[in-house]
T-cell receptor
Framework: DQQVKQNSPSLSVQEGRISILNCDYT??????FLWYKKYPAEGPTFLIS?????DKNEDGRFTVFLNKSAKHLSLHIVPSQPGDSAVYFC???????????????FGQGTILTVHP | DSGVTQTPKHLITATGQRVTLRCSPR?????VYWYQQSLDQGLQFLIQ???????AKGNILERFSAQQFPDLHSELNLSSLELGDSALYFC??????????????????FGPGTRLTVL
């Protein structure tokens, strides 16, 4: 039962263009969403997050959008750079205070390749 | 560099054996989380400790156990190893007990991982 899904295993984008990575979730108890980037032979690196009370959060070239009614979030990278090439994971955390507080549920990841 | 350290980096062992993976959290972080990343399962949450106490549990097998010591480092013990236990094991840490809200203290920072190969 995959509660967090990234349906695109890979995405290829030209340098300077926009990269849009998508993520869907099924569990309505998820309250907080994060994106992590992972390079080979390294651990995931936190990128950006969004709370369910917001629908958008921006940090430099990275913007995360959340559509709660559709249970969908997306990560926009503008402009894309070759150094952005990595695996991107979305993750979801449950409502604070519950017994699963702190547990992140990850999607399967999307491999982003940015071509020069 | 996230500030989370994990040892060893690689571990090769045989079926039926027992291994211990070690994690040191970032300075000041009280929470430690363990995740398993296998080829077919992606990143799966195993267990969380906060200030020495077990806080949350995922799909951790009974053959696996963990603990967090008074100096806040954590160890993940894997016993009666099977071929299917071969995976990357990541440790993460955060300052607070959970991950919710916009506070920077909630963010989980990951270590570089331990690659376990069971032959």
């Amino acid at each position: 039962d995959q509660q967090v899904k990234q349906n695109s295993p890979s995405l290829s984008v030209q340098e300077g263009r926009i990269s849009i990575l998508n993520c869907d979730y099924t569990n309505s108890m998820f309250d907080y969403f994060l994106w992590y980037k992972k390079y080979p032979a390294e651990g995931p690196t936190f990128l950006i997050s969004i709370s369910s009370i917001k629908d958008k959060n921006e940090d430099g070239r990275f913007t995360v959008f959340l559509n709660k009614s559709a249970k969908h979030l997306s990560l926009h990278i503008v402009p894309s750079q070759p150094g952005d090439s990595a695996v991107y994971f979305c993750a979801a955390a449950p409502i604070a205070g519950g017994t699963s507080y702190g547990k992140l549920t990850f999607g399967q990841g999307t491999i982003l390749t940015v071509h020069p | 560099d996230s500030g989370v350290t994990q040892t060893p980096k690689h571990l090769i062992t045989a079926t039926g054996q027992r291994v211990t993976l070690r994690c040191s959290p970032r300075s000041g972080d009280l929470s430690v989380y363990w995740y398993q990343q296998s080829l077919d399962q992606g990143l799966q949450f195993l267990i969380q400790y906060y200030n020495g106490e077990e806080r949350a549990k995922g799909n951790i097998l009974e053959r696996f156990s963990a603990q967090q010591f008074p100096d806040l480092h954590s160890e993940l013990n894997l016993s009666s190893l099977e071929l299917g236990d071969s995976a990357l094991y990541f440790c993460a840490s955060s300052a607070s007990p959970g991950t919710s809200g916009d506070s920077g203290t909630d963010t989980q920072y990951f270590g570089p991982g331990t690659r376990l190969t069971v032959l």
